[in-house]
């Protein structure tokens, strides 16, 4: 049967594409949203460290799966492999309902008013791509208060002077320091920096008809257990679907977003869960994919007006990507400062974001989630045993004194790190895969060996006897964090979409994803990439005429 022409396709129902659809179909525009995956559960996966998001030596519990799906990594020495979803250099992004905010650790910072204008507060940097974004902080700040009270965040920002301006508190107070968070909280503020709660995508209290985190350790990498960590998936899709105006069709392959003669979007092909193709047209096409595979339907989207993929006249398509080079220092402590009180990290220092001499940008430090058994093992001062009875003296001896200070720093987007088409390898389904090739700006490097430096000072104040660095910014990019592919910009010879997301010289086709970042900020991305998913929508909504988009 062929399927009703519709107003308005969302592809990705994650941050970004839950929102979006959320905020059209309750504007009262009929909206097919598509997921490549389904619906899953705490009870489906449980607490199990190998089937952890962050870990999964074997099979990723929350997509995508490895039969399927595959890419093409280019390493620096110009080898090429396959690489499937369980492998690191995959660069995944978790595939169903709600996406990486089902298993996130829920962080939800706002970016800084200096990251919206890193060109203008740094100057070129040779090698780069920086710029500034063609929107600012204060254009998107009542969209971070929308996410913030919609979705659910707890915290509580007056303890950290380098917050940008805002308007309203958090709608939840934050969370407690457990032990490891105090300790470390206390030496923050003996050598004057101003330590101050995470705020969290978690309800601390009942909120909006979830209960309360009870503050299980194996949070983040996992499903909530009595569903208090917020995301897309049990907040905006739950209201969309009851508008009556959304369907979800979930695992849905898309191929290909469809332009004609007028190069105008008229829907997409894609494959259902029995492989049969279809196509559903629409009035509207939105991209949420994440910044690999946002990219990579753009990419393979190509018309006799854009021979080389949807967008990509100006060959911007899929540059510029970005994540975060995660980085700081561990210690071991004398007593056990580990008291099982979850999810680890809760606490923070926002005083190296900006303005530290000689380095660009900057970023937060926190201290850590939780660290499983299995993952534990990897962490390991230099020199120490991998293997046999002193690693695992070390592991019974240490798994209760050991705390880490991390965070990631704000890269430095360069042209040639990037995401393309492989001209040989294809899927499941016969649609070429993305191709990753490129590495970090050097400066990287330098930032976050500045960064870890710092970790480790705190470690060394808060009682450490013995610390180690792990210092990022090296090799590709795009992990979890992944942004940059389809930036947004005025000029269209150095940009993909415009101001509002939507892709040149397609006027009914838009991106609503961390794709549009042109830098990525020195903090987690999600509440961006929800506040943009927000813009976006009104947007739209409040331009749609009933039959086409084509305001200006």
């Given amino acids: 049967m062929k399927n009703k022409h519709v107003n308005a396709i969302v592809i990705g129902a994650g941050a970004g594409g839950g929102v979006v659809a959320k905020e059209l179909a309750v504007s009262g525009l009929s909206v097919v949203l598509f997921e490549r995956g389904d619906w899953v559960t705490y009870d489906a996966h449980n607490d199990d460290e190998l089937m952890s998001q962050r870990t999964h030596p074997f099979e990723n519990p929350f997509g995508p799966d490895n039969k399927r799906h595959r890419r093409v990594f280019v390493g620096q020495n110009g080898n090429e492999r396959i690489v499937l979803p369980f492998e690191y250099p995959f660069n995944n992004n978790a595939a169903c309902v709600g996406s990486g905010t089902v298993s996130y650790g829920a962080m939800a910072w706002r970016f800084m008013e200096k990251d919206f204008l890193m060109k203008t507060s740094y100057g070129h940097v040779e090698g780069s791509t920086l710029e500034d974004w063609p929107i600012t902080y204060q254009d998107l700040e009542p969209y971070y208060e929308k996410a913030e009270w919609e979705i659910g965040v707890s915290g509580d920002h007056t303890g950290n002077p380098f917050q940008s301006v805002r308007n309203m508190p958090y709608p939840m107070p934050p969370f407690a320091y457990n032990r490891d968070g105090q300790i470390l909280y206390d030496a ?89 193709g279809h196509i ?200 979890q964090h992944q942004s940059g592919t389809a930036r947004m910009g005025n000029d269209p010879k150095t940009s993909v979409t415009d101001k509002y997301g939507r892709v040149h010289d397609i006027d009914n086709l838009f991106v609503a994803d961390g794709s549009l970042h042109v830098t990525n900020g020195g903090f987690n991305p999600v509440l961006t990439i929800m506040a943009l998913g927000f813009y976006i929508g009104e947007y739209i909504a409040k331009n749609w005429n009933g039959g086409s988009f084509t305001s200006k």
């Avoid at 709660?197 to 008809?209: A, D, E, K, Q, T």
């Avoid at 009851?242 to 849905?252: M, V």
């Avoid at 660290?371 to 009875?389: D, E, M, S, V």
């Avoid at 592991?395 to 720093?409: C, D, E, M, T």
């Fill in 188 to 276: 923050a503020k003996r050598i004057g920096l101003h330590p101050f709660p995470i705020p969290m995508l978690r309800n601390s209290v009942r909120y909006n008809g979830r209960p309360a985190c009870y503050r299980m350790r194996t949070c983040v990498g996992f499903a909530c257990p009595v569903n208090a960590k917020c995301g897309t998936h049990n907040t905006v899709i739950p209201i969309a679907l009851q508008s009556g105006n959304c369907e979800l069709r979930t695992n849905c392959q898309v191929a290909e977003v469809m332009i004609n003669e007028k190069g105008l979007a008229t829907g997409i092909k894609y494959f259902d869960e029995n492989d049969n």
């Fill in 280 to 479: 559903q047209t629409a009035d509207i096409v939105i991209i949420s994919c994440a910044a690999v595979e946002t990219a990579r339907l753009l990419l393979n989207s190509k018309s006799r007006l854009f021979p080389e993929g949807a967008g990509n006249n100006n060959d911007w398509v899929g540059r510029n990507l970005q994540g975060h080079a995660y980085t700081g220092a561990s210690g071991i402590f004398e007593d056990e400062i580990y008291d099982d009180v979850g999810p680890g990290a809760c606490w923070a220092v926002g005083d190296f974001n900006h303005d530290n001499e000689g380095i660009v940008g900057g970023g937060v430090l926190c201290n850590s989630f939780f660290t499983p058994p299995y993952a534990f093992t990897r962490l390991r001062p230099p020199g120490a045993k991998q293997w046999g009875l002193e690693h695992k003296e070390f592991q019974r001896k240490n798994y209760k004194r050991i705390s880490s200070v991390r965070g990631p720093f704000q890269e430095i987007p360069n042209f040639d790190a990037r995401v393309t088409v492989d001209p040989e390898v294809k899927d499941h389904w016969g649609i070429p895969v993305a191709r990753l090739s490129g590495q970090r700006h050097e400066y990287d490097r330098i930032g976050c060996q500045f960064m870890s430096d710092r970790a480790e000072e705190i470690l060394r104040e808060a009682g450490a006897i013995t610390t180690w660095q792990a210092v990022g910014g090296r090799g590709l990019s795009g992990d």
